[in-house]
Antibody, heavy 122, light 109 residues
Framework: QVTLRETGPALVKPTQTLTLTCSFS??????????VSWIRQSPGKALEWLAL???????YYNTSLKTRLTISKDTSENQVVLTMTNMDPVDTATYYC??????????????WGQGTLVTVSS | QSVLIQPPSASGTPGQRVTISCSGS????????VNWYQQVPGTAPRLLIF???QRPSGVPDRFSGSKSGTSASLAISGLQSEDEADYYC??????????FGGGTKLTVL
């Protein structure tokens, strides 16, 4: 069965770098069409896609956050890591990782982690 | 402000049929397929519809999706109290981003 779990600090200070790890099981990130995405949701707000890494090591980033984000994978450990630099209180959100399928220009996320709340405050 | 525009709220009574719209442009919905997610507050989103109108295993056939031009719709028939949730459309954009709509809060009266 497919599971994903996000881990990382619950609290970070402004200007610090956030590092989140998505540990997954039940699928392989080496399988064609398989990807992992990071999505966040600020309190009371809509979902916001952040980044995606695919089976072929291609990385895609939210255009407006691209300069602050880095996504990487460790296929042997079944983990995907997201780093976000220069954290600000507006980055306070629940961060989700999700298994994402890619077929051509089609991307959809069928399994999600439970999410981890990150608060940015001094 | 999301690029994909959804009504902020929708409502219906049990048994009714409700639709939620999602409006985009040629560079996103007009060129790519649309997905829909359901999110009960306090929980992770759940994939409801992919590829415009396909239901993952386990999603009741009360939920259906459609797309025409640069707009898409989610229809829920036989509305049930458990359908009360937030609904998000999503699609790929030609700027190489995944876009989510602003979300629609569905209330079952």
């Amino acid at each position: 069965q497919v599971t994903l779990r996000e881990t990382g600090p619950a609290l970070v200070k402004p200007t610090q770098t956030l590092t989140l790890t998505c540990s997954f099981s039940g699928f392989s990130l080496t399988t064609s069409g398989m990807c992992v995405s990071w999505i966040r949701q600020s309190p009371g707000k809509a979902l916001e896609w952040l980044a995606l890494i695919d089976w072929d090591d291609y990385e895609y980033y939210n255009t407006s956050l691209k300069t602050r984000l880095t996504i990487s994978k460790d296929t042997s450990e079944n983990q995907v890591v997201l780093t976000m630099t220069n954290m600000d209180p507006v980055d306070t959100a629940t961060y989700y990782c999700a298994r994402t399928h890619n077929y051509g220009d089609e991307y959809y996320s069928d399994y999600w982690g439970q999410g981890t709340l990150v608060t940015v405050s001094s | 402000q999301s690029v994909l525009i959804q009504p902020p709220s929708a409502s219906g009574t049990p048994g009714q049929r409700v639709t939620i719209s999602c409006s985009g442009s040629n560079s996103n919905i007009g060129s790519n397929t649309v997905n829909w997610y359901q999110q009960v507050p306090g929980t992770a989103p759940r994939l409801l519809i992919f590829s415009n109108n396909q239901r993952p295993s386990g999603v009741p056939d009360r939920f259906s999706g459609s797309k025409s031009g640069t707009s898409a719709s989610l229809a829920i028939s036989g509305l049930q109290s458990e359908d009360e949730a937030d609904y998000y459309c999503a699609t790929w954009d030609n700027s190489l981003n995944i876009l989510f709509g602003g979300g629609t809060k569905l209330t079952v009266l």
